[in-house]
């Protein structure tokens, strides 16, 4: 059984979020076996990660089952819980608005090969103060990407210039999605993270630079969570 007082949830496998959601629905495995039309072996496998497919219907029926989130199970992002509204039916979760806040805009990061690039500063340093309405943490920091970073159809996906907020603390990992990486030797990258059977991989954006596969001589120090362009 999964140790959830330990684990972070926020970068928990898929199987992780599964244990913890039927774990703390209070049900048993054959209720959950039943309730999704599968037999009881089939979530055992879903618990243990031994199953790496999982069919859309069985994800919403576990959903259901559970009274967790379907994106939430299936792919880590949203919340935990579905919103269930007086009816006893699932209501869509709002949106919270959230008021535009500063972040400090400190150096530079290379979107292709490996550079310099400082990423730690006093909260308030910083050349100049830009906002956004993401929530990039109380360290949130901008960054202005140097180095082309293209599409596969060769078209700017981060022009140069252009300023990425970075989440240093508190963010999940999910494949797909766009990093900040640093070597063990202290260069930091801008890349998009890919997890593909159980191997970890930092994927440039242009396509002239290779791919590099994570080992212990990297770690990711922050999750892309806005960009814009300024001083236009």
Same mark, same amino acid.
């Given at each position: 059984?999964?140790?959830?007082?330990?684990?972070n %949830?926020?970068?928990?496998?898929?199987?992780?979020? =599964?244990?913890r959601?039927?774990?703390?629905s209070?049900?048993?495995?054959g209720?959950i076996?039943?309730?999704?039309? %599968?037999?009881?072996?089939? %979530?055992?496998?879903w618990?243990s990660?031994?199953?790496k497919?999982?069919?859309?219907?069985?994800?919403?029926?576990?959903?259901?089952?559970?009274?967790?989130?379907?994106?939430?199970?299936?792919? *880590?992002? *949203?919340?935990?819980?579905?919103?269930?509204d007086?009816?006893?039916?699932i209501?869509?979760?709002?949106?919270p608005?959230?008021?535009?806040?500063?972040?400090?805009?400190i150096?530079?990061?290379?979107?292709?090969?490996?550079?310099?690039?400082?990423?730690?500063h006093?909260?308030?340093?910083?050349?100049e103060?830009?906002?956004?309405t993401?929530?990039?943490?109380?360290y949130?920091?901008?960054l202005?990407?140097?180095?082309?970073?293209?599409?596969?159809?060769?078209?700017?996906?981060?022009?140069?210039?252009?300023?990425i907020?970075?989440?240093?603390?508190g963010?999940d990992? =999910?494949? $797909?999605?766009?990093?900040?990486?640093?070597?063990?030797d $202290?260069?930091?990258t801008?890349?998009?993270?890919?997890?593909?059977?159980?191997?970890?991989?930092?994927?440039?954006?242009?396509?002239?630079?290779?791919?590099?596969?994570?080992?212990?001589e990297?770690?990711? =120090? *922050?999750? %892309?969570?806005?960009?814009?362009?300024?001083g236009?």
């Open positions: 059984m999964l140790n959830f007082s330990s684990l %949830v926020s970068r928990m496998e898929r199987h992780e979020r =599964i244990a959601a039927i774990e703390l209070g049900k048993r495995k209720e076996a039943a309730a999704c039309g %599968v037999a009881p072996s089939s %979530v055992t496998q618990i990660g031994e199953s497919s999982l069919k859309p219907e069985n994800l919403f029926a576990l959903a259901k089952a559970t009274g967790f989130a379907a994106q939430w199970l299936g792919i *880590g992002e *949203g919340p935990e819980r579905e919103q269930i007086e009816h006893g039916n209501a869509p979760a709002l949106q608005h959230r008021s535009p806040k500063h972040y400090p805009l150096s530079w990061v290379a979107a292709g090969e490996r550079a310099e690039s400082p990423d730690n006093c909260p308030g340093d910083g050349e103060m830009i906002e956004s993401e929530n990039a943490g109380l949130g920091y901008w202005t990407v140097k180095g082309l970073s293209m599409k596969s159809d060769g078209t700017p996906s981060f022009p140069e210039g252009i300023k907020l970075v989440r240093p603390e963010f990992v =999910i494949s $797909g999605k766009f990093y900040i990486a640093k070597h063990r $202290g260069e930091t801008f890349k998009q993270y890919v997890r593909d059977a159980g191997t970890e991989y930092l994927v440039p954006l242009n396509p002239t630079f290779k791919t590099v596969e994570m080992d212990g990297w770690r990711l =120090i *922050g999750r %892309v969570v806005d960009a814009k362009i300024t236009l």
